[in-house]
């Protein structure tokens, strides 16, 4: 395939859609809001000097307040790097090690995906969370470790957050950071992002299963965030320093003088639960298995991928109930777990290779 020319117009940066901050009174507002509470009134001077600071650090645009230099192995030794963002890099690194040390137990990230817990408005525990403790007793009977992670929690914890993606990628791939160095952000208040401990926690797999419900014929609204802060696993750049953190015109001469688009996450193999209750299941899980094969993982075979719907065109009032009847899905689940274990066995014993490893693709992209 040719490669585009790397001319100042294929660089040009089109801008007009956001150009001006909020104003003072807006940014006052806003940030007073999370105060509403009149237990906080004793302390009204004390939140009027935060909101100084605050609004100091936003319209100065403190995004990484504290930094550390980039140093000899990166492209830009001089460039100051988020303190931050460097720890997740580091920690992201020895995880990656660790799971590719032969020695290591084998490690299964085991994804549920439902924005119900009980600890929130629904009052009960999702379907999903039933059938990943399902999950998680094969997976420990078949060997392997499990690690749990509970998208839930955005709904519970104080303070927890997946950031939106800003679509970095979209300017330029190396734009996009591996990890996400869009966050966090003090002088935006986005903070508390939990990706950075995600991505930690998917580099240390050697397995991924996820069992989602659907959604208005979506996966989750957690799940998708997550997936969508995933795409500096798929082509991002290690090195913020080599596009002086956000440059958006170096970034696209980057990608345009020959970018290789790493896949950071490949090679781990993949299971897919999706259940409904009424339609949109088929849709979920081919979307769901395509975003794993695009980034690189490996089906655990045809018993890996189930959607399956609970409960068709029953009350919400009885789904439990339902899934306590449906001894069929409970055990299609079960199994979906064994072939993620046995897969995982086989790929690190070197039996489970992609056919088409050893092909170049004509498009990197």
Request: charged share 25%; net charge negative; glycine share 6%.
């Given at each position: 395939?040719?490669?585009?020319?790397?001319?100042?117009?294929?660089?040009?940066?089109?801008?007009?859609?956001?150009?001006?901050?909020?104003?003072?009174?807006?940014?006052?507002?806003?940030?007073?809001?999370?105060?509403?509470?009149?237990?906080?009134?004793?302390?009204?001077?004390?939140?009027?000097?935060?909101?100084?600071?605050?609004?100091?650090?936003?319209?100065?645009?403190?995004?990484?307040?504290?930094?550390?230099?980039?140093?000899?192995?990166?492209?830009?030794?001089?460039?100051?790097?988020?303190?931050?963002?460097?720890?997740?890099?580091?920690?992201?690194?020895?995880?990656?090690?660790?799971?590719?040390?032969?020695?290591?137990?084998?490690?299964v990230l085991l994804v549920c995906a439902a924005s119900r817990n009980d600890y929130t408005c629904p009052s009960e525990i999702s379907k999903s969370w039933r059938l990943a403790q399902l999950a998680?007793?094969?997976?420990?009977?078949?060997?392997?470790?499990?690690d749990l992670l509970d998208l839930s929690l955005l709904a519970s914890d104080p303070s927890r957050h997946i950031h939106p993606c800003k679509g970095c990628v979209s300017t330029a791939m190396p734009l996009c950071h591996w990890p996400c160095s869009c966050y966090p952000n003090h002088s935006l208040d986005q903070v508390n992002d939990w990706m950075n401990e995600i991505y930690e926690r998917w580099a240390s797999c050697h397995g991924v299963m996820i069992v989602?419900?659907?959604?208005?014929?979506?996966?989750?609204?957690?799940?998708?965030?997550?997936?969508?802060?995933?795409?500096?696993?798929?082509?991002?750049?290690?090195?913020?320093?080599?596009?002086?953190?956000?440059?958006?015109?170096l970034a696209k001469a980057i990608e345009l003088d020959g970018w290789d688009y790493p896949k950071h996450l490949a090679g781990r193999v993949y299971g897919v639960v999706v259940h409904g209750d009424v339609a949109g299941i088929e849709g979920v899980r081919r979307a769901l298995a395509d975003w794993l094969d695009w980034m690189g993982l490996i089906p655990a075979g045809a018993q890996a991928v189930l959607d399956r719907f609970i409960g068709y065109y029953k009350p919400y009032a009885t789904s439990h109930a339902?899934?306590?009847?449906?001894?069929?899905?409970?055990?299609?689940v079960a199994n979906v777990a064994a072939a993620v274990a046995r897969a995982v066995a086989q790929r690190r014993a070197g039996q489970l290779d992609p056919p088409d490893r050893e092909l170049t693709p004509p498009r990197l992209k």
């Amino acid at each position: 395939m040719a490669r585009p020319s790397n001319t100042a117009q294929s660089r040009d940066v089109r801008k007009g859609q956001v150009t001006e901050p909020v104003s003072r009174d807006v940014f006052r507002q806003r940030f007073l809001a999370r105060f509403y509470d009149p237990e906080f009134r004793r302390e009204d001077a004390a939140i009027e000097r935060l909101e100084a600071i605050a609004w100091d650090a936003y319209s100065n645009k403190r995004k990484a307040p504290v930094t550390v230099k980039a140093g000899p192995d990166r492209a830009n030794p001089d460039y100051d790097l988020s303190e931050e963002w460097v720890a997740a890099s580091e920690a992201i690194a020895a995880a990656q090690r660790r799971q590719a040390d032969p020695a290591t137990p084998s490690r299964v990230l085991l994804v549920c995906a439902a924005s119900r817990n009980d600890y929130t408005c629904p009052s009960e525990i999702s379907k999903s969370w039933r059938l990943a403790q399902l999950a998680r007793a094969r997976l420990q009977a078949e060997g392997m470790e499990v690690d749990l992670l509970d998208l839930s929690l955005l709904a519970s914890d104080p303070s927890r957050h997946i950031h939106p993606c800003k679509g970095c990628v979209s300017t330029a791939m190396p734009l996009c950071h591996w990890p996400c160095s869009c966050y966090p952000n003090h002088s935006l208040d986005q903070v508390n992002d939990w990706m950075n401990e995600i991505y930690e926690r998917w580099a240390s797999c050697h397995g991924v299963m996820i069992v989602t419900p659907v959604y208005w014929y979506q996966v989750a609204s957690p799940l998708k965030l997550m997936m969508d802060r995933l795409v500096c696993a798929d082509g991002g750049n290690p090195d913020p320093s080599a596009t002086c953190g956000k440059d958006a015109q170096l970034a696209k001469a980057i990608e345009l003088d020959g970018w290789d688009y790493p896949k950071h996450l490949a090679g781990r193999v993949y299971g897919v639960v999706v259940h409904g209750d009424v339609a949109g299941i088929e849709g979920v899980r081919r979307a769901l298995a395509d975003w794993l094969d695009w980034m690189g993982l490996i089906p655990a075979g045809a018993q890996a991928v189930l959607d399956r719907f609970i409960g068709y065109y029953k009350p919400y009032a009885t789904s439990h109930a339902e899934l306590d009847a449906d001894t069929g899905v409970q055990g299609e689940v079960a199994n979906v777990a064994a072939a993620v274990a046995r897969a995982v066995a086989q790929r690190r014993a070197g039996q489970l290779d992609p056919p088409d490893r050893e092909l170049t693709p004509p498009r990197l992209k």
